[in-house]
């Protein structure tokens, strides 16, 4: 019965002080914190970073000196995760967090990939710890971006742009993978099973990869066997046909697709047909 007792007031304990830590008062940064998640490859890129604010003042060749060393953002120094190996602006780097700094100049940035992680700032920041640097063109925006933001455009499973922009400046990184002999392993495997559930992302990759033609087409014929009223593989066997010169395949299939779409009142893949038969005409 005494050890009871004991474990009950530890559990009360453990629960009042959760209460008192959840009531304790809350500052909030007057640079806020982001993370970025973004899907690449068959990994992941995550960025945390904080965001300061121009308020009124000089930025660049002002608050940041041209020609030093930045923590590109606020507070703690930028971090960079890779779930997989990427190669950024032509150099490979291998799979790992790592702080995200750079040098602004005028004409140039130089950005640095270095091994240590959780600084704060770039005070104890080592040029001896850099894992990378390369440099990037910076370019003058007609908006005003006030709080400084990090984004990714231009995206796809090969490649991808990281865009830095404050004030009126921004400047870009380029990322791209070479996972495609993975992807095209995997998609291999997947087709030795039951194929209905990967039929579509796999034609999909065909396609936007500028793979092998004949063979997408071969898996959109059997997709539409196993589902005859799917819209959306007439959609990619219009298409995969007229990339291959095929008009009036391409033609009948997104025709069929317009009226498969339209009798399931799927007003998507009627307007993605209509799309590919306007194409094919």
Same mark, same amino acid.
């Not at 940064?29 to 690449?40: G, K």
């Not at 190996?85 to 270095?114: C, D, M």
């Given at each position: 019965m005494r050890k009871t007792y004991?474990?009950?007031?530890?559990?009360?304990?453990?629960? *009042?002080? $959760?209460?008192?830590?959840?009531? *304790?008062?809350? !500052?909030?940064?007057?640079?806020? =914190?982001? +993370?970025? !998640?973004?899907?690449?490859? $068959?990994?992941?890129?995550?960025?945390?970073?904080?965001?300061?604010?121009?308020?009124?003042?000089? !930025?660049?060749?002002? !608050?940041?000196?041209?020609?030093? *060393?930045?923590?590109?953002?606020? /507070?703690?120094?930028?971090?960079?995760?890779?779930? &997989?190996?990427?190669?950024?602006?032509?150099? /490979? *780097?291998?799979?790992? +967090?790592?702080?995200?700094? +750079?040098?602004? &100049?005028?004409?140039?940035?130089?950005?640095?990939?270095?091994? =240590?992680?959780?600084?704060?700032?770039?005070?104890?920041?080592?040029?001896?710890?850099?894992? %990378?640097?390369?440099?990037?063109?910076?370019?003058?925006?007609? &908006?005003?971006? &006030? +709080?400084?933001?990090?984004?990714?455009?231009?995206?796809?499973?090969?490649?991808?742009? %990281?865009y830095l922009v404050w004030d009126h400046t921004a400047a870009a990184i380029h990322f791209q993978t070479d996972d495609d002999a993975k992807i095209t392993a995997n998609i291999d495997e997947l087709m030795k099973g039951d194929r209905k559930p990967y039929y579509f992302n796999a034609i999909q990759y065909y396609y936007e990869n500028h793979k092998d033609v004949e063979k997408a087409l071969g898996w959109v014929y059997e997709a539409e066997k196993s589902d005859p009223k799917g819209s959306w593989f007439k959609l990619w066997e219009s298409r995969l046909l007229l990339r291959m010169g095929d008009k009036a395949g391409a033609i009948a299939a997104a025709t069929e697709g317009i009226r498969l779409a339209k009798a399931s009142k799927d007003d998507e893949y009627a307007r993605l047909n209509q799309e590919a038969l306007d194409q094919a005409n």
């Open positions: 004991l474990l009950l007031a530890t559990v009360l304990l453990a629960c *009042v002080s $959760l209460k008192s830590y959840a009531q *304790v008062p809350r !500052i909030p940064e007057a640079s806020s =914190t982001q +993370t970025l !998640i973004q899907d690449f490859g $068959l990994g992941k890129i995550s960025i945390t970073y904080s965001r300061p604010n121009v308020k009124d003042r000089k !930025i660049f060749g002002g !608050i940041i000196p041209y020609g030093e *060393v930045w923590r590109t953002g606020a /507070n703690a120094a930028t971090t960079i995760t890779f779930t &997989e190996k990427v190669i950024i602006e032509g150099h /490979n *780097v291998p799979a790992g +967090t790592y702080s995200l700094f +750079t040098i602004p &100049e005028r004409n140039e940035w130089t950005v640095i990939l270095n091994k =240590t992680v959780k600084q704060w700032g770039a005070y104890s920041y080592k040029q001896a710890d850099d894992l %990378l640097r390369f440099t990037i063109k910076p370019i003058r925006v007609a &908006e005003k971006r &006030e +709080t400084f933001t990090m984004a990714f455009a231009n995206s796809s499973t090969q490649s991808s742009d %990281l």
